[in-house]
């Protein structure tokens, strides 16, 4: 039972970190889209746009570090860098090791890493294979026609 709580827990940070690039970005277009209505683009929709990415990507990453807390604190794991902030650091550089320790990665890192490496897959295989970007003039780019100039 253990065991499905942790996966659960890992699958719930995964999906919520994943919310961050995707879903905020999307709720929010579809606020300001319920904003704007019809004509051009509007400054209202375009503040509101951008208050709810903040507020929600805020909200998610709180609901993130939860998770991970809540998955540190059932696997007994205890944080092996603490935060300083920055006028606080010692200007000698990084801390020394004492004997017998070593840094870990949490679970949270984890599942950001691979989140951040999914979306840059994601953005290089859009952009290179997918986009209708006039940076080069290849055919088979795109189904889509790029405009020409007459």
Known sequence: ????????????????ALNIWTGSPLLALWIGSRVQGTGPPKMSA?????????????????????????YDGMTGQVATVHRHVPWLRSMRGERTVYP???????????????????????FEIWFFFFSTSPIDQRTGRSSVPLASIR
């Open 46 to 70: 375009i503040f509101v746009v951008a208050l709810a990415i903040g507020i929600f990507s805020i909200l998610l990453g709180q609901v993130l570090a939860r998770l991970g807390g809540v």
């Open 1 to 16: 039972m253990e065991r499905a709580k942790l996966i659960g827990l890992r699958a719930a940070m995964l999906i919520v």
């Open 100 to 122: 017998g320790e070593h840094a870990e990665v949490t679970a949270l890192e984890r599942v950001m890493v691979i989140v951040v490496v999914i979306a840059v897959m994601a």
